[in-house]
């Protein structure tokens, strides 16, 4: 059974930084391509994010300059280091993964980790 397992979301005030943590299971963790996703409320699922197996990287340009993705396949776990939050970033984030590259669509997702931002 595949498990993404998203931890280390909370309320923050503008400005901060948090560190968000994908737990994976039931998959070889180093042959996937993984991502952050986020939702606001009332709105549509975002790209946050990609890391490919090689560790290659994409950003969304609202984040380019604040926030790094990286990955460690010997723990398969997936980071997500946010700095300098902004309040509209509030939202649930999600990690994804793909077996394919580049990714059409992602398989496998995580419950979410919510993380408030307060101005």
């Known amino acids: 059974q595949v498990q993404l397992v998203e931890s280390g979301g909370g309320t923050v005030q503008a400005g901060t930084s948090l560190k968000l943590s994908c737990a994976l299971s039931?998959?070889?963790?180093?042959?996937?391509?993984m991502a952050w996703f986020r939702q606001a409320p009332g709105k549509g699922r975002d790209f946050v994010s990609s890391?490919?197996?090689?560790?290659?990287?994409i950003y969304a340009e609202s984040g380019k300059d604040r926030f790094t993705i990286s990955r460690d396949n010997t723990k398969h776990t997936l980071y997500l280091q946010m700095n300098n939050l902004k309040p509209e970033e509030t939202a649930v984030y999600y990690c994804?993964?793909?077996?394919?590259?580049?990714?059409?669509?992602?398989?496998?997702w995580g419950q979410g980790t919510p993380v408030t931002v307060s101005s």
């Open positions: 039931g998959l070889s963790f180093e042959n996937l391509h």
């Open positions: 890391i490919a197996r090689s560790g290659s990287t």
């Open positions: 994804a993964a793909t077996t394919a590259w580049p990714p059409v669509g992602y398989e496998y």
